[in-house]
């Protein structure tokens, strides 16, 4: 997957995992193809803010 040349849809935006054993497939992924999508620019490897709602670019509710 990760050698493969994704076909860029502007109605993707993601990628639905079936992993067929847990916990090892799920560590296998997040060792050995995640790093490589993010060498190719693919995944994310760094976060811009400090919380979800920073990266989620949502802002802080009213205070009551």
Not at 2 to 24: E, K, N, T, Y
Not at 25 to 54: C, I
């Amino acid at each position: 997957m990760a050698s493969s040349r994704p076909r860029r849809q502007p109605s993707a935006d993601g990628f639905a995992l079936m992993i067929d054993v847990l916990p090892d497939g799920l560590e296998t992924f997040v060792n050995e193809v995640v790093p490589r999508l993010q060498d190719k620019g693919l995944f994310r490897a760094t976060y811009r803010g400090t919380t979800l709602r920073e990266d989620l670019g949502l802002a802080l509710p009213p205070t009551i």
